[in-house]
């Protein structure tokens, strides 16, 4: 009966093993998923500039340099619409905030 409770203890030292390196390894691929990247690089998105250079970079190479330039000239207007959409929408907010404070 020693050698069943030897090896009955030895099972529980390794379940209580595995527990615990199934949690350190949860913790480590939480820790590499995409969005904990970008947070941890500062690249929060496609709005960071390398992003943009190298996606130019990469079109202009394979020879689409009209499609490229005209998706350049419509994106910056579109982010250019954005911006003031979004200046708007905090003045409109201040408005709102300033008169339901008097």
């Known amino acids: 009966m020693s050698r069943l409770k030897q090896l009955e ?19 480590r691929l939480g ?18 500039p390398l ?7 990469a ?8 499609k490229v330039l005209t998706a350049l000239l419509w994106m910056r207007s579109v982010l250019a619409f954005a911006r003031r959409a979004t200046q708007l929408v905090r003045l409109l907010t201040q408005v709102r905030s300033a008169r339901e404070a008097d």
């Open 51 to 57: 992003v943009w250079t190298v996606a130019l970079a």
């Open 59 to 66: 079109m202009l190479y394979f020879g689409r340099t009209r």
């Open 9 to 27: 203890a030895r099972r529980r030292v390794l379940l209580e093993r595995c527990g615990a390196q199934r949690e350190e390894l949860a913790a």
């Open 31 to 48: 820790r590499l998923s995409p969005a904990a990247m970008l947070q941890d690089t500062g690249l929060t998105g496609l709005g960071h």
